[in-house]
Antibody, heavy 123, light 106 residues
Framework: EVQLLESGGGLVQPGGSLRLSCAAS????????MSWVRQAPGKGLEWVST????????YYADSVQGRFTISRDNSKNTLYLQMSSLRAEDTAIYYC????????????????WGRGTLVTVSS | DIQMTQSPSTLSASVGDRVTITCRAS??????LAWYQQKPGKAPKLLIY???TSESGVPSRFSGSGSGTEFTLTISSLQPDDFATYYC????????FGQGTKVEIK
């Protein structure tokens, strides 16, 4: 069964840092681009960042560029999101999501989602 | 950046109704569009990709259509399990979500 399990969320003060993890299983992790998508309380979905399967190609939303860093450890089948200089508006559920990839390439829609981890930025 | 606009924001309907949700892109995205369903407290679930291709296991009452800048998600006969929020997402250029359409019980 394909699964994504996020961890690392919690309460952090404005200006603080936090690292999220996403453990993947049931598919060839290194062959798939992966993303983080967030959802503020009562709001819609917002794409945060995407990382290619090799870990070399990184993409960020303008709202987190320069503050968040996406990375992966393919030997551990794990995706990470290092968040720094956190702001109140970063408060959200953060979902790890698998981008659809096949032998012919990847298309940036999400066929598998984790359950999410809640990040609360507050003093 | 490509902006995605869904309408309506909220839709009240009854079991058995035919429901249509519209998604408009600020510029052409060909058919690079996906639809998701999200229930309260749960992660989104992929329904449709490439505008009209159903994900495996999705009931046949869900269908998608459109190309260019205008797209629709149709539920042919609304079931109790379908009351949820629906999001469109373009993946022509990076990606962006619509603001969501909540389908509620009338």
């Amino acid at each position: 069964e394909v699964q994504l399990l996020e961890s690392g969320g919690g309460l952090v003060q404005p200006g603080g840092s936090l690292r999220l993890s996403c453990a993947a299983s049931g598919f060839t992790f290194s062959s798939n681009a992966m993303s983080w998508v967030r959802q503020a309380p009562g709001k819609g979905l917002e794409w945060v960042s995407t990382l290619g399967g090799s870990g070399l190609s990184k993409y960020y939303a303008d709202s987190v560029q320069g503050r968040f860093t996406i990375s992966r450890d393919n030997s551990k089948n794990t995706l990470y999101l290092q968040m720094s200089s956190l702001r109140a508006e970063d408060t959200a559920i953060y979902y790890c999501a698998k981008i659809y990839c096949s032998s012919t390439g990847c298309h940036w829609y999400f066929d598998v989602w984790g359950r999410g981890t809640l990040v609360t930025v507050s003093s | 950046d490509i902006q995605m606009t869904q309408s309506p924001s909220t839709l009240s309907a009854s079991v058995g109704d035919r429901v249509t949700i519209t998604c408009r892109a600020s510029q052409s995205i060909s058919t690079w569009l996906a639809w998701y369903q999200q229930k309260p407290g749960k992660a989104p679930k992929l329904l449709i990709y490439k505008a009209s291709t159903s994900e495996s296991g999705v009931p046949s009452r869900f269908s998608g259509s459109g190309s260019g800048t205008e797209f629709t998600l149709t539920i042919s006969s609304l079931q109790p399990d379908d009351f949820a929020t629906y999001y469109c997402q373009q993946y022509n250029s990076y990606l962006a979500f619509g603001q969501g359409t909540k389908v509620e019980i009338k």
